[in-house]
Structure formats: structure tokens, C-alpha cells
């Protein structure tokens, strides 16, 4: 019914005619013949798989290790196999790709079922390293759609979590801070930058793809806790930080503030003399997305402050006011509607914050309750006039 709708409003422009309408959706009909059977069959598939892994689950600790080991080993053969034998079939494109997905998870569970026979004392930082540079290769040569490169970036992030919270459980907090800050400016940078090579956006365009989505969104999600720094008051607790690492106050502040810095001079620099950034519009949009996001990790170093709400509250709305419209110009509407809901979230928890002892009475309640409604109604006013206008590039 949506697409027969968005088709008679389309024909009604002028942009179709009735016999392409009718072919379409005739094809969308046939397209979805069968769907039932099609749906009871991957069912029945579903709950044998369910009921067989059940079988095994009830008898696990009966099944010596040597045996679930084996066991493990054929499945996980018997999936290479399939994989190699449709290397170059592309009628069984999503079948292999399905068989590389399982491949990459079920090697992982090897790993675990091998260190918990043999080895009970590993860490799960070096089981996900393992795995990690086991199945990287096969990976990234079999792996062609964007679900299999969600799970491999999403493996690659986890494991980099792990292996940095297996560090020394005495690392003081400033080393704690500088390490998460060359990782979560780093990592998110090197990932945009990689995706955005174009050997790898024609060779894999969903990794590429996927790579620099991811990495967006870890510098969005730094960027925007950024902000709420400024709620902190740093004036006091950056001397006891450096006091408690043994580092000189003017040496650890430039430290911290540097890594930023050096980030955005970094990514700068790679986008003028080595990436299509420079001549591609969508991608300008997407530097200076990557560059208001640095930005707003940097100021509250920079401006070192003993903590204001205001400026806090103001950070965080001009950041995601800036996203928005720059998402706005790149033609980005998942992100203009994102910033919108998120602006009017953060105005709505400015009122809580500055008058929410007004939620004790019933006058309290109801402006609330109005406040919300003219929140949401400006907010999605707002939203069709950006989204449904014409961007001018």
C-alpha cells in the first residue's frame, strides 16, 4: 500500500505514466509471491537449528572436550568449503555471504571453546585479538555486503575496548584520559580516512562505506560528550590529576590538548592532498562534519573553566545545531531529523534542569506537559521545512 500511494503521487507529477505504474506495481506484486511459504520454510529451518542446538546444550557437559572441539572443527570446515566452492558464483552471492558471516562468528566461539578445554586462565582481550587477526583475511576477501562489514568493524571496536581496559588496573586517570582520547580521535579518523580511499570504495564499497559510517559516528557520539565537560569543574581536578601521575601541570595540559589539535591538523591535511574530500561535495560535508566534532572536543581543553551549566547547555545546542545544518546542505535527512529530536531534547531537559522543582505541584505537571507539545510541534514543523526543501548546494 505505500509504494501503490508514493506512485499515484508520483504519476500525478507527472513523472510516471499509468502503464509504468501498473508495470511496477505488478512487478512488486510478483516480487512478493511466495513470501509465505518462503517465511514457514525459514521457520521451520529456524526451529530445527533451535531444537538441535538445545540437544547439544542439554547434554554439554557429557560431551568430552576432544568431542566438542572436533564437532566444532567440521562445522567450521564444512562452512570454509561452502565458502570456497561459491567463490565465484554469483547466483549463491548471499548464500556465501551468509556462510562468511557465520565463518567469522563461530570461529570466535572456537577460540573461547578451545581456551576453555585447554587453557582456563586466557583473557578475553587475547581470545578477540585472536580471532581478530584469524579471520580478518577471509574477511575482508570473501566479505562483499554491508552486514558482514558491520560485524567485522563492530568485532574490530570491541576487541580494541578490550585490550585497552586489560591495561594495568593502577594506570593513573590522566594516562586513562590521554589513552582514550588518542584512541577515540584516532581510531574514528583512521577508519574515515581508509574508507574513504577510492581503491577500497571500488574494490569493497560496502567496508568503505561502513568504515567511515562507524567512524562518524564514534567522533559524533566523543564530540557531543564533550560538552558536558564544560559542566565539570576542570580548574580544580586537572591539578590532582597530574598530581597523581607524577606529570608537570603545563606538560600534561598540553598533552590532553594537543591530541585534538594534532587530529584536525591531521584529517586537514589528508583532505586537501589525499582524498576526493576537496572536490566531492557530499564528502566536503562530511569534513566539516568530522571537523566541528574535533572542535568540540578541543574548546573545553582549551578553555579551561571551574564548570558552567550555561555554557554546557549552549555547547552541546550549537553543536548539534551546526550537524544539522550541515547535514541539512549535504542533503542528510536521517541526520537533520537526528539533530532536531536531539535539540529538542536537550531544550526540554534545560527546563527540567532549571526548574524541575516545579514537578512537585500540579502547575508543574501541566506546563511540563505543554512545554512538550509545542516542543515536539516546532520540532517537526521544523523537520518538513528542511527535509521537503530543496537543498541548495
Known amino acids: 500500500m505505500k509504494i501503490e500511494r508514493k506512485l499515484h503521487h508520483w504519476r500525478e507529477a507527472g513523472l510516471l505514466s499509468a502503464d509504468q505504474q501498473a508495470a511496477i506495481i505488478a512487478h512488486e506484486k510478483n516480487h512478493h509471491k511466495g513470501m509465505f511459504g518462503r517465511s514457514l520454510v525459514g521457520v521451520a529451518l529456524f526451529a530445527i537449528i533451535i531444537g538441535i542446538l538445545s540437544i547439544v546444550a542439554a547434554n554439554w557437559v557429557h560431551i568430552p572436550g576432544s568431542a566438542k572441539i572436533a564437532g566444532h572443527f567440521i562445522v567450521n570446515g564444512a562452512l570454509a568449503g561452502v565458502i570456497w566452492r561459491w567463490r565465484t558464483d554469483d547466483a549463491r552471492v548471499l548464500w556465501r555471504e551468509g556462510a562468511v558471516l557465520m565463518l567469522f562468528g563461530l570461529t570466535l566461539t572456537l577460540i573461547a571453546l578451545i581456551g576453555q578445554v585447554f587453557q582456563m586462565d586466557g583473557s578475553v582481550a587475547g581470545a578477540l585479538t585472536l580471532w581478530m587477526l584469524i579471520t580478518t583475511p577471509f574477511v575482508l576477501y570473501f566479505g562483499q555486503k554491508k552486514l558482514t562489514a558491520i560485524a567485522w568493524v ?30 577515540l580521535i584516532l581510531v574514528p579518523l583512521i577508519l574515515i580516512g581508509v574508507g574513504a580511499q577510492p581503491f577500497l570504495r571500488r574494490l569493497k564499497p560496502a567496508f568503505a562505506s561502513v568504515m567511515r ?29 597530574f598530581i597523581e601521575a607524577a606529570v608537570a601541570y603545563n606538560m600534561g595540559y598540553l598533552s590532553l590538548l594537543v591530541i585534538p589539535l594534532l587530529g584536525m591538523l591531521a584529517f586537514w591535511l589528508y583532505t586537501k592532498y589525499g582524498s576526493c574530500y576537496k572536490t566531492d561535495p557530499a564528502e566536503q560535508a562530511g569534513f566539516r562534519h568530522v571537523m566541528l566534532c574535533l572542535t568540540s572536543i578541543a574548546l573545553p581543553l582549551l578553555i579551561i573553566t571551574p564548570g558552567f551549566n550555561v555554557i554546557g547547555m549552549g555547547a552541546f545546542i550549537i553543536l548539534w545545531g551546526l ?34 522543582g516545579l514537578l512537585s505541584s500540579g502547575f508543574g505537571l501541566i506546563s511540563v506537559g505543554i512545554m512538550l507539545l509545542a516542543i515536539v510541534w516546532a520540532a517537526r514543523k521544523m523537520n518538513n521545512r528542511l527535509t521537503h526543501k530543496e537543498v541548495s548546494l
Open 154 to 183: 563492530t568485532g574490530l571496536l570491541v576487541t580494541l575496548f578490550y585490550v585497552l581496559t586489560d591495561l594495568d588496573p593502577d594506570t593513573s586517570m590522566f594516562t586513562v584520559w590521554l589513552v582514550a582520547e588518542i584512541v
Open 213 to 241: 559510517g562507524q567512524g562518524h559516528m564514534i567522533l559524533t557520539a566523543v564530540g557531543t560528550c564533550a560538552t558536558f565537560l564544560w559542566y565539570f569543574d576542570l580548574v580544580d581536578h586537572m591539578p590532582e590529576i
Open 323 to 356: 550537524l544539522g545544518w550541515n547535514a541539512h546542505h549535504a542533503g542528510d535527512r536521517r541526520l537533520v531529523s537526528l539533530a532536531i529530536g536531539l535539540l529538542a531534547l536537550r531544550i526540554f531537559s534545560i527546563y527540567l534542569e532549571s526548574f524541575g
